[in-house]
C-alpha cells in the first residue's frame, strides 16, 4: 500500500513560514482528496485543508488568508505553504489522501510545527 512521508517541519518565530511535503511511495496516483490535518497537546485533531483532484481548496476558518495548499500530481506530492504563522499553529501536522476506488484512506506519520511568540 502506499506510504506518505512529510516534511517541512520545525521551530520559527512568530511571523514566519514553513512549508510542509508530503509524498506518497510507489506509483503516481490522483488521489481523490489530499489534506492537511493538526494535533495540539490535549486538543483534538483538526482538519486544516484540503484540495480535490480538480484542485478545489477548503481551508479552516483560522488559517484562511495565511496556508495554502497545492498539490503536484505527477510527483505525487502536495505542499502546505504556511505564512504568518502564529503561536496557536503550534501542532503535530499530519497529511492524509484517500483514494476512493480501492477504498484507500492513508494517513502519514506527522510532523512537528512550533512556533514560538
Known amino acids: 500500500q502506499v506510504q506518505l512521508v512529510e516534511s517541512g517541519g520545525g521551530l520559527v518565530q512568530a511571523g514566519g513560514s514553513l512549508r510542509l511535503s508530503c509524498t506518497a511511495s510507489g506509483n503516481s496516483f490522483s488521489f481523490n482528496v489530499m489534506g492537511w490535518y493538526r494535533q495540539a497537546p490535549g486538543k483534538q485533531r483538526e482538519q486544516v485543508a484540503i484540495?480535490?483532484?480538480?484542485?478545489?481548496?477548503k481551508y479552516v476558518d483560522s488559517v484562511k488568508g495565511r496556508f495554502t495548499i497545492s498539490r503536484d500530481n505527477a510527483k505525487n506530492t502536495m505542499y502546505l505553504q504556511m505564512s504568518s504563522l502564529k503561536p496557536e499553529d503550534t501542532a503535530f501536522y499530519y497529511c492524509n489522501v484517500q483514494l476512493w476506488m480501492h477504498g484507500w484512506d492513508i494517513w502519514g506519520q506527522g510532523t512537528q510545527v512550533t512556533v514560538s511568540s
Open positions: 484540495i480535490t483532484t480538480g484542485g478545489s481548496t
